[in-house]
DNA sequence: CCTACCGATCGGTAGG
DNA sequence: CCTACCGATCGGTAGG
């Protein structure tokens, strides 16, 4: 399972074929296929395996703040620095997901699509709440939102192709510039 | 050649097989390795085919324009307008690859990354002109520049994952709020 | 969990 | 540009 991840992570979750699994795990093909019963499920049993690193690393982790600027401020920052400490060997998951499934409809597909989906919401609720408490200024959730899911792929873009590690301190300094607040 | 670009959109670079080519094309398999050679050459003539592209769409557009923040301007929507209405069926292929080939070494690794730090370059450079012309206040260019790339990927999954047309709107303004200009 | 096997496809070569 | 072929690997099945 662990394994299926750092594969898919390294190659893509196309790159979690039966047999490059079995033979890292040095188990058959059938043994590998009996726990999955074919290839989509097991690319979705990595694909979830990454998710709940995520939940666990983020959205836990940032769920202990008071909702509101608290909590998004910890949702944005945990979010950095999961994608800059993973420990996973060629980057997060999710972010590769969602280019190399946009355009091949099915089941993983379906589960990259709500997974940020529902980052989008998580973001976009704390925004509201922020505004109602008076810790924000009037602004357009969408927008900020937009700005926000924004800096997540463009740290693993810095980080995984340039190695550019200056792009975790740029990540959090826009947060706080999206936010309009004093950096 | 147009033909691979479109495999390219639709599944990845490493979806643009001999086979799957020549089969499209009606040809034997022999036939396309004569044109190429080998896969990595034909995975780079469908990459710089759709790097020209951008060149012509994005870069050589914007290049009309006063250098400084006319151009740096030019240059963003030119490739947000790219982003959202480019000829290929699955969507921007340089985004797609910059996770495809993150962790995979080789000459399209290579190209992928070279073509990134070079339209980082070109931001850049338009940035430091903006603020030495006094369009632009004193800032960090390397922050800057950070915010602005961000975008492309950002709209990109929008459109590609979500079908969410309202982020191109989203794309614009937030440029314009990057660089602190009313919207 | 295994061996043994299936047809399809992969990148690529030989020879024309 | 073609046919014919190579060994490797793909997802998956049969049978135990």
């Given amino acids: ?26 188990m058959s093909k059938s043994g590998v296929l009996g726990h999955f019963g074919a290839k989509e499920s097991l690319q979705l049993a990595a694909l979830r395996h990454a998710l709940r690193m995520f939940e666990q690393q983020v959205v836990e982790r940032a769920g202990r ?10 949702l944005c920052e945990a979010w950095i620095d999961f994608l800059a400490t993973v420990d996973l060997p060629g980057g997060c ?17 379906d589960v990259v699509a709500e997974a940020w989906a529902g980052w989008r919401e998580t973001l976009g609720a704390e925004v509201a709440r922020a505004v109602t408490d008076g810790d924000l200024p009037e602004l357009e959730v969408e927008q900020v939102v937009f700005e926000l899911v924004a800096i997540g792929p463009a740290v693993n873009q810095a ?25």
Avoid at 65 to 74: I, K
Avoid at 160 to 168: K, N, S, T
């Fill in 1 to 26: 399972m662990a394994r299926a991840t750092e594969i898919a992570s390294e190659e893509g979750l196309e790159g979690v074929t039966i047999g490059r699994l079995a033979a890292d795990l040095r």
């Fill in 93 to 109: 998951v999710l972010t590769a997901a969602s280019t190399e499934f946009d355009g091949k409809p099915g089941q993983v597909h």
């Fill in 65 to 74: 703040e008071q909702p509101g600027l608290p909590r998004l401020l910890a």
């Fill in 159 to 183: 980080l995984q192709l340039h190695g550019d590690r200056d792009a975790v301190r740029h990540a959090h300094r826009a947060v706080r510039r999206t936010l309009g607040l004093s950096s």
